[in-house]
């Protein structure tokens, strides 16, 4: 029963991380502590195992698709696993309750965030890139900088902001390591909500990006023990046919009820490590 808790729970967080450009932590995570019992450090380090199984399964679909941004994530990806190396120190000295607590934390900054951008106008959306442009005329009187977001940029929108996007990488970074999210939580409204990347994109890139952050983390984690290989082998399993199915069908999801699924998976998941926070559950 509980390899069959395991590999459905697997296959839920893949199916929902795939979608989202999350890598599935946002599910594993309290699917290990909340339903398993596990503490919450192994649960990450299990986690962060499953993030890189999520990657490489969608990956390949969405570049067969040319729907991620492949030099935007390169880019950003290089900062991304500097703050996961960083994160991965870090989190062997800060207790459970206290990483229950961020985890928490981050959860509900960014579903606010993305609510609040879900409920703009459709008008407002679409020139989202175009205000990027605008506010950042610093790009037009370099030639060089130009040119350089030109190549970042792909069919119908123009990255910009470049350099909180680079801030968000590594912090999506940090994040990835000490709660094994993959960093994609960070990533996907950074890039959407920054940089002004479209959300379907953004969550194609960022499944790009979050195998190679997990793998700069999970090597640590690995050195100190911090993986569980009973418990990872079934949850990555369930995690890899979930993240196949979701690469294939993201394009026939609406981009609205995607952003909505998310904001609501994120409330309840964070409540329910709030409480654990404040050690009002096991």
């Known amino acids: 029963m509980e390899v069959l808790f395991l590999l459905a729970g697997g296959a839920a967080a893949g199916l929902f991380g795939s979608l989202l450009g999350l890598g599935g932590g946002i599910l594993i995570v309290p699917l290990l502590t909340l339903g398993a019992g596990l503490p919450i450090r192994e649960a990450v380090g299990v986690s962060l195992v499953c993030v890189i199984v999520t990657s490489g399964a969608a990956a390949g679909v969405y570049l067969e698709r040319h729907t991620a941004n492949l030099r935007l994530g390169m880019l950003l990806e290089l900062f991304t696993a500097t703050g996961a190396l960083v994160g991965g120190l870090v989190a062997f000295l800060l207790p459970d309750r206290v990483l229950a607590g961020l985890f928490a934390l981050l959860l509900g900054y960014v579903a606010f965030t993305m609510l609040k951008a879900a409920r703009k106008p459709a008008t407002v959306a679409a ?9 950042a005329p610093e790009a037009d009187t370099a ?3 130009e040119a350089a977001i030109r190549r970042l940029s792909g069919p119908g929108y123009r990255v910009g902001r470049i350099r909180f996007g680079i801030l968000g990488s590594v912090l999506a970074g940090v994040v990835s390591a000490l709660l094994g999210i993959g960093g994609g939580i960070v990533k996907v409204p950074v890039m959407n909500l920054v940089m002004g990347v479209p959300l379907r994109v953004a969550t194609a890139t960022s499944n790009l990006m979050i195998g190679v952050t997990a793998t700069a983390s999970a090597v640590i984690y690995l050195l100190r023990g911090g993986i569980n290989a009973y418990v990872a082998g079934p949850t990555a399993i369930g995690v890899f046919v979930g993240a196949t199915v979701g690469s294939r069908i993201a394009g026939r999801v609406n981009v609205r009820v995607l952003r909505f699924l ?3 998976v994120q409330v ?8 654990r926070a404040l050690g009002l559950t096991s």
């Open 127 to 135: 020139t989202t890139p175009v205000a990027s442009q605008q506010s």
């Open 143 to 145: 030639t060089g900088r």
């Open 262 to 264: 998310f904001v609501a």
């Open 268 to 275: 309840y998941v964070a409540f329910q490590m709030v409480l």
